[in-house]
């Protein structure tokens, strides 16, 4: 498995590549080619030209969430590529209507149009896309802890209602080195990500995890996050997006925590 970001909020000195408050990753495993989440803008697509990734070669697309720091790349993607044969994998709410007192912040495209242009794979129970990687559907609150947070509002055709983000998702790898979590913004919080993967995937190895812990104070919460975290005994901890540098900076007091830049690469 090969990791590249394409997107994330920071950017490295002398790597002349954008960054932007959003996240978007190129992945290749096996035979597969696959974009997780797409950023705000079409930064994304920018920096795939410049590291030589041909992003109309796609076989998946995988969304976190439904919120526009994750599916605002749609608008352009769509536009640029031919998807007709990417199959786009996420949770049946995530193309539902979001907005917060800012605005609209839900994806740019609708569920139907996205029918009309891809291969529309929505699911609500984990989801194998092969036998190495599996999309973990809706999460399951398992710690007492990682209480689903109301973002703004929502709607599926009728009322705005209170957005618990329920759609929020992630993907899990299986390598030699254990499971490696890829997360978007982790509004089910990272831990209940963690345990469901390793449920899901009938291993308690977790090798790393990267992505938004959606994180932002030092506070009770976090100090029960990292005592779950240090139990993982993952190797590789790469919190990034949604993450403030307070929070960081207290993880990395007892457990190393690696940065994270547009351009860098995993492999696995």
Not at 195 to 217: P, S
Not at 234 to 263: D, I
Request: aromatic share 8%; net charge negative; with cysteine.
């Amino acid at each position: 498995m090969k990791l590249r970001v394409l997107i994330d909020n920071n950017t490295y000195i002398d790597q002349y590549f954008l960054g932007e408050p959003a996240l978007s990753y190129y992945i290749e495993s096996g035979d597969k080619r696959i974009l997780f989440d797409t950023g705000y803008s079409d930064a994304f697509m920018y920096n795939a030209r410049k590291m030589g990734i041909d992003l109309g070669n796609l076989t998946h697309i995988i969304l976190s969430h439904g919120h526009n720091d994750h599916t605002g790349g749609l608008a352009y993607l769509k536009e640029k590529f031919d998807l007709k044969e990417t199959e786009l994998i996420a949770h049946p709410a995530c193309f539902n209507e979001k907005k917060a007192p800012e605005g609209n912040i839900g994806a740019p495209v609708t569920e139907t149009e996205m029918r009309s242009l891809c291969r529309l794979n929505l699911k609500k129970e984990p989801f194998w896309v092969d036998e190495e990687m599996v999309f973990l559907g809706e999460i399951q609150e398992r710690l007492p802890f990682e209480k689903r947070k109301c973002m703004g509002q929502c709607r599926d055709g009728g009322s705005w209602e209170a957005d618990h983000v329920t759609e929020d998702s992630a993907a899990v790898f299986k390598t030699p080195k254990g499971l490696f979590i890829v997360t978007g913004c982790s509004h089910s919080g990272i831990c209940n990500i963690i345990e469901q993967a390793k449920d899901v995937c009938r291993c308690g190895r977790i090798a790393g995890v990267i992505g938004g812990f959606h994180l932002f104070n030092v506070d009770e919460r976090l100090e029960d996050t990292i005592r779950y975290l240090r139990q993982t005994d993952a190797e590789m901890l790469y919190p990034c997006h949604c993450v403030s540098f307070a929070v960081k900076a207290k993880m990395n007091e007892t457990m190393p925590v690696r940065e994270v830049g547009t351009g860098m690469t995993i492999e696995l």
